[in-house]
């Protein structure tokens, strides 16, 4: 059985169709490159995975469980959660505490106090590489640093899938590098399944398992770095040239 199995799944706005019929499965422990030219109804398919738009039509079943209809809450309970491309943190609140209240907030974590919430948040701003920064408000942290905090507040959820939009935008090669195996780090060490967005595509497609392709609000490839690399579908549509797969 796949962890995450979409069915004919449209979103619709203003008569725009952002998602237009797509299907797609994620098997268990897959990382998969969710990729496109910009307004390819990326975020939107996320969104809709995630809960913060309902689709106007189709089936979305998680480990077994049918949530086309659940808010986002109930699907981070299930095991499902996101970071965001502007990182959405709690600016006048330290490294330590935002992640502290992603504990909190699990359905396992009703009778735990803060003190063993911000114990185990520690262990996830370490994984992060951010431990030394636990004192430090997010609005004086920088791009670089906010961007690991959203994947630590993820991580603090104990998703079964994670799901990654956009990560590197606005990161420069070295950093980009570093996050890039801090993807593989946390997917390795936490039994993860991810679906990661981006347009950082040599990074991409030297890291995931699958790639899948959309582009107005279809999917029109999926397959491995390679062959989608080498799709003249996928190259007339996406980019106009070859792109590399490594």
Known sequence: MALLTLTDVYKSFGGVKAVDGVSMRVEKGEIIGLIGPNGAGKTTLVNIISGFYKPDRGE???NGSDVTTKPPYIRAKLGIARTFQNPRLVSNMTALLNVAYA??????????????AVAEAIYYLDLVGLLRRRD?????????????????????????LLLIDEVMAGLNPAE????????????????????????VLKLVMKTVDRVVV???GKIIAEGSPKEVAENPVVIEAYTGKRMVAI
């Open 214 to 216: 959309m582009h107005y």
């Open 103 to 116: 504990v909190l907030g699990r359905e396992d974590a009703k009778n735990m106090s803060l003190y063993e």
């Open 136 to 160: 430090v408000l997010a609005k004086d942290m920088p791009l670089y640093e906010l961007r690991l905090l959203e994947l630590a507040r993820a991580l603090a959820l104990r998703p079964k």
């Open 60 to 62: 979305i079943l998680f």
């Open 176 to 199: 980009a590098e570093k996050v890039r195996k801090l993807i593989i780090n946390i997917k390795e060490q936490l039994d993860l399944t991810i679906i990661w967005i981006e347009h």
